[in-house]
């Protein structure tokens, strides 16, 4: 009897032993916020509450999967996969589906977001290129590494997707920053964005784009065209209070004046229904995956794995932020999820991945130097 | 090839790593911290604010429209009721472009052109965010078929509303008249509101109680999504409900009157004599009012307008005509009242009257009665002595006596419109000819002819008065009226009746005379025939369309529709009066002949019955709830 028991044990503690449990442990708090959250946005709908929870079971499967991957094996098939991301990043501009522009690619049984397995491949390649050489890059390494950023930040603008775009194009960057880029290169990015932006205005914005963009600058201007789900959002989230109106509460939501109230406005309900302390609680669960990611990277000896960790985790952080501020009408709408906590599946297995991948960092980046 | 010239330093590398993921993590804690107190703003410092806004947002005030009160016979029996039912109603600010929906909704219900139409018009005026009625009386078959295609069509919604019945149809048509889809004009008559009651009354009581019969609008504060689609209610005003009336009138009497004129057109009123209350009052021929509740359909229209006996026409209201011999107890009364003769002052009839100087003679029906006193002059219907009378008596003292009895003047029964009618006067005819009175006018209007018209409510009115002794009440249809369910019924009150003579013995004359007309030597004998119990009454004949120089005309060579109306008021029993009656047949030649069997119909059907049902007798239980009625 005691010796089964060991026996599953061990056998047990062989397949956890590359977890990362405090990591996990926020994950899963997070994904149950979502649930429950979702519970109360959904309406109720089981149907919802199952799909969502089979994709954090897929998901936690991944990041299980990846966090027993050695960090060599995904060095290696890093340049594969980015070239494998950058395929349906192509096709999606020939046969994707979506409302705005063309996101998802149809592949009968789910729709694949391809912009979503950049998230994950495009950190991942810039750290493998950089990583090559010593640190901090030099000219031509940061060179080439925009031009790996740039490269699939270009197509997803195509789609056109400029929230993702924006979001990718930062986990790449981050790898830069954390590798050292020098200072300067920031800076004179600021000035090329300055320089860029009446160019991307007149040419390169979709008038959508645009309307949410003048929007954010003044909500009150179109109430109930551009400007409602600001407004609505808004008054969701003020109207929840310090300590919330209660779960299943949330009266702006579950009237339907909080749009897209189980997706990119999921936050706004939580804030609603949990109040100040909700988020607070939720930021702080956030912050702590954040820092955690940032740990594990500064703790790994492995470059590779440490511009990875270190990278995903500062993104995670840039998701958080946009995702809080466009709902609040602190930054302009762009149609970024909350993670984990946002009703859909690629983001959720793709963020899972990614952090199965900061674990994978934790349980093998100490093991190898490079 | 440069690269590996260059010497890695792990330990610089991680260093500088962990130099850059600090100042990283410090952005990151300050960006939460911002992001945090952007939070802390909106849901601490600014909450009250965005707390209104939301209940605002979600709290709508949503009209609660009461059932419309309902109409009762004197037994208690409903005339006029309301059934679920539903109807079409479409928000055209949110259901986008209009004739593709017209083309969807078409699919699914039957859709009346002209109703299709008259939204279209009604879109045009109105402001897009108001529901409007696409079509009333939606069938189950369309709401279950809609109920299925339902998300197709945002601001479209099958909604349950009351609608009126009258299951007498056609029986009550000219009391209580119909309801019909409210229309602008029926807002600029009632205000704004009015819009929100899916009927106004268009006709008959439905139109003179309205405000009574609708109630008072309450409204709920309903939560709303963003559709506008309602949740949950929150709290409410309520409505008041529509008052309910209870009629004076009878149903039975009322089938029996119908039955009384068998296939003749004509009108017919009666009267308790003691309080004006109306017990029966028909118009015929007449329609069903049912036709008209959701908007009547252009072809049932176009036949009744068509029809030539005009069904939709109320006689009692609207129609009127020379009162012939009916007038003549009440031109009686006026030669015994206003001093000109005594009840047993005679003239010598001699077939034929003169006005001194003129060879132009006016001629009797009876070809020289001989010595009449007032009894014979009303029994027999002795034109002699009323062109005597009329003349000695002069216009203006004639046209001062018809205005006391009633006539010329609204009966005060609650119908809007009625015809006050017309007392030949020298002011009447001065309004409308520049020619001069003649006396002659005055010797015909004696025996209500000439400029004369009455309407059988002024008859009967009259009549009712002769039976109880001179009071004059005004005529009243309802009777009680409560406001709730839990109310007892409250009496409408009786407004003053005017004493038409102060002699008693007067009055008793022209009693004697209009009781010798069916049981003495009368115009109407054959009417008593088998009756055991006394009436009292006076026939009459009179042009329909008679204005000037009728009598000079021979009723039997006249076209059908110009041909004379028999008439015949009346009341019985004679001693007791519980009712008393004025009944006109239109083309009916002699009063004696068709208006008078029929007085004898409707007699019997209330003398003979009970005939003594006071309203609010205990036996009668009335309204759901069974409150028993409180005697008046």
């Known amino acids: ?370 | 090839m440069r690269q590996q010239r260059r010497v890695r330093n792990p330990g610089a590398e991680a260093e500088q790593f962990r130099r850059r993921a600090l100042i990283g993590f410090v952005g990151v804690v300050l960006a939460m911290a911002g992001l945090a107190g952007w939070y802390f703003k909106l849901q601490v410092i600014d909450h009250g604010d965005y707390v209104r806004r939301s209940e605002a947002n979600r709290i709508k005030p949503r009209p609660v429209v009461p059932g419309r009160g309902l109409i009762y016979d004197r037994q208690g029996r409903i005339l006029a009721d309301n059934v679920p039912a539903y109807r079409l109603e479409v928000t055209p600010e949110e259901a986008g472009d209009l004739d593709r929906l017209l083309d969807g909704l078409g699919q699914i219900f039957v859709l009346d052109p002209a109703e299709v139409e008259r939204f279209r018009a009604e879109r045009r005026v109105n402001r897009g965010f108001r529901a409007l009625t696409l079509k009333l009386r939606v069938s189950d078959d369309e709401a279950a078929r809609f109920a299925v295609d339902r998300w197709r069509f945002p601001g479209v919604e099958v909604v349950p509303y009351l609608n009126r019945r009258y299951p007498y149809g056609a029986l009550f048509a000219h009391v209580i008249g119909y309801v019909g889809r409210t229309d602008e004009d029926d807002v600029g008559r009632y205000g704004g509101n009015q819009v929100l009651y899916p009927h106004t009354g268009r006709t008959g009581l439905e139109r003179s109680y309205e405000e009574a019969l609708r109630g008072a609008i309450g409204y709920e504060q309903v939560e709303t999504n963003v559709e506008g689609r309602a949740l949950a209610t929150l709290g409410r005003v309520p409505a008041t409900a529509g008052a309910d009336l209870r009629l004076s009138i009878d149903l039975d009497l009322q089938q029996a009157m119908v039955d009384a004129f068998g296939d003749m057109q004509g009108s017919a009123v009666a009267v308790d004599p003691s309080t004006g209350q109306v017990l029966g009052m028909v118009s015929l021929p007449s329609f069903d009012p049912n036709l008209f509740v959701n908007g009547i359909s252009h072809t049932d229209y176009r036949q009744l307008m068509d029809d030539p006996a005009r069904p939709l026409f109320n006689r009692n209201v609207l129609g009127g005509g020379p009162p012939g011999s009916t007038i003549k107890p009440f031109v009686a009364l006026a030669g015994v009242d206003s001093g000109l003769r005594t009840p047993t002052d005679g003239v010598f009839s001699t077939g034929e009257f003169f006005i001194p100087g003129q060879r132009r003679g006016y001629r009797d029906a009876s070809r020289g009665a001989g010595w009449t006193e007032l009894r014979d002059s009303i029994s027999r219907s002795v034109n002699y002595y009323y062109y005597k009378l009329a003349y000695d008596m002069g216009i203006e003292r004639f046209a001062d006596y018809m205005h006391r009895y009633g006539f010329g003047q609204p009966t005060g029964i609650d119908l809007v419109g009625e015809n006050t009618g017309v007392v030949p006067s020298l002011a009447y005819k001065a309004s409308r000819s520049r020619e001069p009175w003649y006396a002659g006018e005055t010797v015909i209007a004696g025996i209500g002819q000439g400029y004369w018209i009455a309407t059988a409510l002024q008859l009967a009115r009259g009549t009712a008065a002769i039976a109880n002794g001179g009071e004059l009440h005004p005529l009243r249809l309802v009777a009680e009226r409560k406001t709730a369910y839990d109310q007892p019924w409250s009496p409408v009150a009786g407004e003053p009746a005017p004493r038409i003579s102060d002699n008693a013995a007067h009055i008793r004359a022209v009693q004697e005379g209009m009781e010798a007309t069916i049981h003495g030597r009368g115009t109407a004998t054959r009417m008593a025939q088998g009756a055991s119990y006394r009436m009292a009454g006076k026939t009459g004949t009179a042009q329909r369309i008679g204005r000037r120089g009728a009598a000079n005309l021979d009723p039997r060579t006249l076209p059908y529709h110009l041909r004379h109306q028999a008439l015949f008021v009346g009341y019985a029993p004679a001693e007791h009066p519980t009712i008393a009656l004025a009944v006109v047949v239109e083309h009916g030649g002699y009063g004696g002949a068709t208006a008078a069997p029929i007085a004898r119909r409707i007699f019997d059907a209330w003398v003979l019955r009970q005939g003594t049902d006071a309203i609010g007798a205990p036996a009668i239980a009335v309204g759901p709830t069974g409150v028993e009625g409180t005697a008046p």
């Open chain 1, 1 to 370: 009897m005691n010796i089964i028991l060991r026996w599953l044990l061990d056998l047990l503690q062989r397949f956890t032993r590359t977890l990362d449990w405090p990591l996990l442990a926020a994950l899963v708090a997070l994904m149950g916020i979502g649930l429950a959250v979702l519970y109360s946005a959904g309406g109720h709908s089981q149907a919802m509450l199952t799909a969502q929870a089979l994709r954090y079971g897929v998901g936690l499967g991944a990041l299980w999967l990846l966090s027993r991957v050695p960090l060599v094996a995904l060095r290696g098939i890093t340049p594969l996969g980015y070239a494998l991301s950058l395929l349906p990043l192509v096709a999606v501009l020939f046969m994707g589906t979506g409302r705005h522009g063309q996101h998802w690619i149809n592949l009968g049984v789910f729709y694949l977001q391809p912009s979503e397995l950049m998230k994950l491949s495009l950190p991942m390649m810039t750290a493998w290129y950089l990583n090559r050489a010593p640190l901090p890059p030099r000219f031509t390494g940061v060179l080439a590494g925009l031009a790996i950023v740039g490269l699939p930040t270009g197509l997803i603008m195509l789609q056109p997707d400029l929230g993702t775009a924006v979001l990718v194009a930062a986990s790449g960057l981050f790898v830069l920053y954390l590798a050292g880029m020098s200072w300067w290169w920031f800076a004179a990015a600021l000035g090329a964005l300055a320089a860029a932006a009446p160019v991307a205005w007149f040419w390169l914005l979709m008038p959508y784009q645009k309307d949410r963009l003048l929007m954010f600058l003044d909500p009150e201007q179109d109430p109930l065209g551009a400007g409602w789900n600001i407004i609505q959002s808004k008054i969701a989230i003020g109207a929840g209070g310090l300590r919330g109106m209660g779960w299943g509460q949330g009266s702006q939501s579950h009237l339907n004046y909080v749009p897209e109230h189980t997706t990119d406005f999921i936050f706004a309900v939580l804030a609603e229904e949990f109040g100040w302390l909700g988020v607070m609680v939720t930021l702080s669960l956030y912050l702590f995956v954040v820092a955690r990611c940032l740990w594990i990277a500064a703790q790994a000896r492995d470059g590779f794995g440490r511009l990875v960790a270190g990278a995903l985790g500062l993104s995670l952080f840039v998701y958080v932020l946009v995702n809080g501020g466009m709902i609040s009408g602190l930054l302009p709408v762009v149609g970024v999820p909350m993670p984990l906590l946002s009703y859909g599946g690629t983001a959720a297995v793709s963020l899972l991945a990614g952090l199965g991948v900061v674990m994978s960092v934790r349980a093998h980046g100490g093991a190898r130097r490079a």
